[in-house]
């Protein structure tokens, strides 16, 4: 079924097939369109969030039209058809960080999970599968086995060894026919965006770095954290991309500016199931905590239950005193492993440079 998703597309379908007939129609401003509207089969086309001029929708619903309106009171649209950038939830940080889409949209969500609604849940709802939808388009383009994870922690200082290490470890798999995908937000996940959007530019990136460690962290002002990342993007050029896919889940966590596109859900369960099957290429985990090793043990499952003849998915620990000893969550891993495919898969390093040879060596 067509998804028309611009008037310039909605045009061309008109002018090759001459009917909205079984289309999906996503979050326009079709009041100066009615004229076409009126005179166009519509039988089983669907409307999300569209906006119409008086007396238009019920001539579409009679006509064999699913109409969802929009829905009131809400700092998001539930029926977006792309997915977010940087700019766009920065969007008003020179106000201060509470000003900004991405804080408006968590204040709101912090008073829905107490004050919990059918329309709060259903905005939610169709705003994560209008997220999907435009993941699945952009990874469409993507060769699955070329997506590589980068998983660690938030609370990764910017200008540390780990930090320069998750950096140098994203841009060499970028500047090698990589895609890098992230949780999106900061620590771990900001140094693999970076490290991907300058790819190749290790002088650059060196600078950078250190720019950045002049605000190490993100509290307790995300206002000049996120600023002083964005000043990178405003005096760099983009030699990489990568995505980000972070949730409102962990809203107090910002999301980086430094991923191309990014996914950002309210279901971090959703979230998180999205980022580990998309990445065939690999997941490398650097030293982290919980989120991390929640991570590990949910992408083990996918490996240890897979389908006879199936090919498992790489799984690099990096640092091995911290997965062994710190959180030791190797012994486990390879004890699962044990006689099994995903056995050969798993591996533990010590080097961000030996993560990206396995991951390399796949592709």
């Not at 007396?55 to 969802?68: D, I, K, Q, S, Y």
């Not at 999106?184 to 460690?213: D, F, S, V």
């Amino acid at each position: 079924m067509p998804e028309i998703e611009s008037l310039a597309s909605l045009d061309a379908q008109l002018a090759t097939a001459g009917t909205l007939a079984e289309c999906y129609v996503q979050s326009l401003d079709l009041t100066g369109r009615s004229d076409q509207l009126l005179a166009t089969d519509v039988t089983h086309a669907v409307f999300l969030g569209c906006t119409f001029a008086p007396g238009v929708e019920p001539h579409l619903e009679n006509g064999g039209a699913l109409v969802f309106p929009s829905l009131p009171d809400l700092p998001f649209n539930p029926y977006r058809s792309g997915l977010y950038t940087a700019d766009e939830l920065y969007a008003g940080l020179g106000r201060g960080h509470r000003y900004t889409l991405d804080a408006r949209v968590y204040r709101w969500w912090r008073y829905v999970g107490r004050h919990r609604s059918l329309t709060s849940e259903l905005a939610m709802t169709l705003h994560d599968h209008a997220i999907a939808d435009a993941l699945d388009d952009l990874c469409g383009r993507i060769d699955p086995l070329h997506a590589v994870g980068i998983m660690g922690g938030h609370a990764m200082q910017r200008g540390g060894d780990d930090y320069i290490g998750a950096a140098r470890l994203a841009s060499q798999i970028t500047r090698n026919g990589g895609t890098v995908m992230t949780g999106g937000g900061p620590g771990a996940m900001e140094a693999a965006n970076l490290g991907a959007r300058l790819a190749g530019q290790y002088t650059e990136l060196t600078a950078a770095i250190q720019r950045l460690a002049e605000v190490p962290g993100y509290e307790p002002d995300i206002t000049w954290w996120a600023q002083s990342a964005l000043d990178i993007v405003a005096s760099t050029h983009a030699t990489g991309t990568s995505i980000g896919i972070p949730t409102w889940h962990y809203g107090h966590e910002p999301p980086n500016v430094f991923a191309t596109q990014i996914a950002k859900y309210f279901s971090n369960a959703l979230r998180e199931d999205t980022l580990l099957q998309r990445c065939h290429g690999g997941l490398i985990y650097l030293p982290g905590a919980a989120g991390t090793v929640q991570e590990i043990f949910q992408a083990a499952t996918r490996n240890y239950y897979l389908p006879e003849g199936s090919q498992p998915v790489p799984m690099v620990l990096v640092d091995v005193e911290h997965w062994t000893r710190t959180v030791p969550a190797w012994p486990l891993l390879h004890s699962l492993g044990h006689g099994r495919p995903m056995q050969t898969a798993a591996h533990l390093v010590a080097t961000v440079d030996e993560a990206a040879a396995v991951v390399l060596a796949r592709g």
